[in-house]
């Protein structure tokens, strides 16, 4: 049973322009949601998080958004770069031990 | 900033024999440890989750037999694959995370290749 779902396996954007990735979660509990950054062969690097109290979180060109009725946030990054190109993962936690649902992955490729 | 460092990055081994990853967490104190597995074109799964001192906790379906964690010191815990088969071949990524983080300051290590021949 997938709580975190990120439905596009990969998604390609020209230089410059927004790239949005999207996720949804099924588990209530869930109050903290996280994305992380993965080359290939490597760990995943922390991007940016966003609390259940907040619907918008800012870094940069990184910016989540959490619509909590619908289930769902989004990662907007603008503009793009070809060194984005990567696999991007969305996680989710609940509760206090700190442990993290993950989703599948969503690839994105930024064409020069 | 935080570096977890994970070896060793990439091993092959024979069907039946064991293999140990381990991992450290460089420039600080991790209190506790995570242990994930990624098959390709999957999600990072938990396998279990370590505290320093005490034994691990392992999610559903993981077996604590196969897949020995061990969490001795502040700076390093290992996970041993026992007895590999084939379906073992994955790749097998930890986090750590100290007292001083706040909240979800996870650092990830780079990961390990296993594959079981």
């Known amino acids: 049973d997938q709580q975190v779902k990120q439905n596009s396996p990969s998604l390609s954007v020209q230089e410059g322009r927004i790239s949005i990735l999207n996720c949804d979660y099924t588990n209530s509990m869930f109050d903290y949601f996280l994305w992380y950054k993965k080359y290939p062969a490597e760990g995943p690097t922390f991007l940016i998080s966003?609390?259940?109290?907040?619907d918008k979180n800012e870094d940069g060109r990184f910016t989540v958004f959490l619509n909590k009725s619908a289930k769902h946030l989004s990662l907007h990054i603008v503009p793009s770069q070809p060194g984005d190109s990567a696999v991007y993962f969305c996680a989710a936690s609940g509760g206090s031990n700190y442990k993290l649902t993950f989703g599948k992955g969503t690839l994105l490729t930024v064409n020069p | 900033g935080a570096v977890v460092s994970q070896h060793p990055s990439w091993v092959i081994c024979k069907s039946g024999t064991s293999v140990k990853i381990e991992c450290r967490s460089l420039d600080f104190q991790a209190t506790t440890m995570f242990w994930y597995r990624q098959f390709p074109k999957q999600s990072l799964m938990l396998m279990a989750t370590s505290n320093e001192g005490s034994k691990a906790t392992y999610e559903q379906g993981v077996e604590k037999d196969k897949f020995l964690i061990n969490h001795a010191s502040l700076t390093l815990s290992t996970l041993t694959v026992t007895s590999a088969h084939p379906e073992d071949s994955s790749f097998y990524i930890c986090?750590?995370?100290?007292?001083?983080?706040?909240?979800?300051?996870?650092?990830f290590g780079s990961g390990t290749r296993l594959t079981v021949v």
């Open positions: 966003i609390s259940s109290i907040k």
């Open positions: 986090s750590a995370r100290g007292r001083s983080m706040e909240g979800y300051g996870y650092t």
